[in-house]
């Protein structure tokens, strides 16, 4: 792969989200250029790439966090700057990274916030909140910390709870910025499996930042590999998932093999400094 490859599916299947043209900057700063995504419905997508690459920075924009430089994000063809922020919030759930709740807010008090934007002056608390609120607590395992302050929880805790709220809020589309943040590795398979099926069973379409390569590969149906501001291939796990695509991404050496439990690629990075036939014994 050349350096300015971009590997494709063509005949992508429908997106009510995307971006055309996009260039984001924070003040003189250009970290996105002239991006093109179709984020596919019903899938699952992973944005991967270095750090600094503009990953988290095309997640807010999706979500309206940031306002363009140029280009548009589109919700279901119309310029997501143009529609109503109820609209969006009813439409769009977003979980973006390090998120600070509110001074001694409890864990039941800040899920239910995302419970706000189905709400209206008539009708302030339903069933339907209720449920959907009990829902997103049990399948975080974060019910029975539902009476505790948010600021009093562990790091994983928190980030639990944090999910919690976004899966309230009951949307089509889920934007997660680093969900596995201050997880070890049990919960964050665990958050894994949960965005999954969400996907399966209802269908929702997730958008989700990750650092771990290996996990992004098992977990997308579609990967999109970014660098310096740019997408610089996407497609499935198994066509963009390469070695020679983690050299030109990543800087890294490695062996791309089938995954032993799923079959995806599983990336084997190479031998570490200390292993290499020219170092010094007992290096």
């Known amino acids: 792969m050349t350096p300015t490859s971009r590997l494709s599916t063509r005949a992508l299947p429908a997106s009510r989200l ?42 807010r924009a999706l979500g309206r966090l940031l306002k363009p430089r140029s280009g548009a994000v589109l919700l279901d063809g119309a310029a997501l700057s143009s529609l109503p922020t109820r609209q969006i919030a009813q439409t769009i759930g977003l979980l973006p990274q390090s998120p600070v709740a509110p001074e001694a807010i409890t864990v039941g008090d800040l899920v239910a916030r995302g419970r706000q934007p189905h709400q209206h002056w008539w009708q302030q608390w339903s069933e339907a909140d209720e449920r959907a609120v009990s829902e997103a607590m049990a399948r975080t395992s974060v019910a029975d910390l539902a009476d505790r302050p948010v600021d009093a929880l562990s790091g994983g805790q928190r980030q639990r709870v944090w999910i919690a709220m976004a899966l309230a809020q009951d949307t089509d589309l ?6 596995t943040t201050f997880l070890d590795i049990a ?17 929702r379409t997730v958008v ?3 650092h ?72």
């Open 174 to 179: 889920l934007l997660l910025d680093e969900p």
């Open 208 to 210: 989700a930042v990750l």
């Open 18 to 59: 995307s971006a055309d043209g996009l260039t984001l900057a924070y003040e003189d700063r250009v970290v996105v250029s002239g991006l093109d995504l179709a984020v596919p419905d019903g899938k699952v997508t992973v944005i991967v790439g270095p750090n600094a690459c503009g990953k988290s920075t095309t997640l």
């Open 212 to 283: 771990d390569l290996n996990q992004a590969a098992r977990y997308a149906d579609h990967l999109v590999a970014m660098k310096a501001g740019r997408v610089v291939a996407e497609g499935p796990p198994s066509s963009v998932v390469t070695a020679e695509l983690v050299e030109e991404v990543f800087g890294l050496t490695s062996l791309v093999i089938p995954d032993p439990v799923t079959g995806s690629p599983l990336v084997i990075p190479g031998a570490p400094w200390s292993a290499t036939p020219s170092s010094p014994a007992g290096v």
């Open 187 to 203: 919960h964050q398979v665990e958050v894994l499996d949960l965005i999954r099926r969400l996907n399966r069973e209802r269908g």
